[in-house]
């Protein structure tokens, strides 16, 4: 089993910053791919972003260029950290663990952490 556990959440006012952390523990070698998703209100849930335990990385298109995902796989952490950050950024956003690609669905969920970025 693997347990996700997230942080760094809050509100911001639109156009500033804030960085996710994700620290993951329990059977954790056999992650390979870790990732952040959110989900608005009404909406489905989406990937933002995800990175392999090699730094590979993959970006919803809409977000390339102002929130950059990272890995720190000494202290099993991944990162987003996020910029410029606009009203429609609110969200749960969850971070999710893969033990294979970023093609399918995560294989563990942390309990998200609320985003809200007021106008």
């Known amino acids: 089993q693997v347990r996700l556990v997230e942080s760094g959440g809050g509100l911001v006012q639109a156009g500033g910053s804030l960085r996710l952390s994700c620290a993951a523990s329990g059977s954790i070698f056999s992650l390979n791919v870790m990732g952040w998703y959110r989900q608005a209100p009404g909406k489905q849930r989406e990937l933002v972003a995800a990175?392999?335990?090699?730094?590979?990385?993959n970006y919803a298109d809409s977000l390339k260029g102002r929130f950059t995902i990272s890995r720190d796989n000494t202290k099993n952490t991944v990162y987003l950290q996020m910029h410029s950050l606009k009203p429609e950024d609110t969200a749960v956003y969850y971070c999710?663990?893969?033990?294979?690609?970023?093609?399918?669905?995560?294989?563990?969920w942390g309990q998200g952490t609320q985003v809200t970025v007021s106008s």
């Open positions: 999710g663990a893969h033990l294979g690609t970023w093609y399918h669905p995560p294989d563990y």
């Open positions: 990175i392999t335990r090699g730094g590979s990385t």
